[in-house]
């Protein structure tokens, strides 16, 4: 069964929307096209511009002055909406924004593809929790956990969004802190595996085959 990402605004740190789709990732290499039709970004958004070999943020993009920090956007650089994770353009040799023709199969780190589209997560926490709820909506929707377990593991993965939030100074966090996030992270994942060998347990009881 395919996991359905759902992408939650108090949960991103780039505030994007909800909404369940497919997402999938691949490791083949492949060529990038892309079109030679400029993008015309509409004014009323506000755009990031992430470097596509790291995936990360590098600063905000001014559609009006069609500039990056007040200088040009590097050649290959994505410009992703922030309120939506969405990639909305690339910058070929001459600095012109343009649309992608193919998705990358070798995706940059925190980018994931839903419905045919990139979407961007500004940090690995903001990704793992997306991938995470997106595997607890899977397994309800598979009737293997209960609405009680779910308003659980949801909750839990609430408390480390508040914690990271919390805890952040001018933008990063201590080490300890890290290492608190991972642990919880990591109950997390062992409490869901649990819950749904429950589930299954009982499924088993009452006649229902296993998947």
Known sequence: MKQ????????????????????????????????????????TSTYIVVDPATGL?????????????????????YIVEQSSGRLM??????????????IPAVLPSHFVVIDGRMVYF???????????EARIDDQYAGGHLSNLQVKQLKQQISEITNLETKRKSNGT?????????????????????RDIAKISDKRVKIGIKAD
């Open 173 to 193: 966090l201590k080490e300890s802190t890290r290492r608190e996030i991972e642990r919880r992270f990591a109950q997390v994942q062992s409490q869901l595996d």
């Open 4 to 43: 359905a990402v759902i992408l939650f605004a108090a949960s991103l740190a780039i505030g994007v929307f909800t909404t369940t789709a497919e997402a999938q990732t691949t490791t083949e290499t492949t060529t990038v096209k892309t079109t030679t039709t400029a993008v015309e970004l509409p004014s």
């Open 89 to 102: 353009a690339t910058t070929d040799a001459s600095g012109a924004l343009v649309t992608l023709t193919t």
């Open 57 to 77: 943020s590098r600063g905000t993009y001014d559609p009006v002055t069609r500039l990056w920090n007040g200088q040009a956007v590097p050649s290959g650089y």
């Open 122 to 132: 500004e940090s690995d926490y903001a990704l793992r929790r997306a991938q995470l």
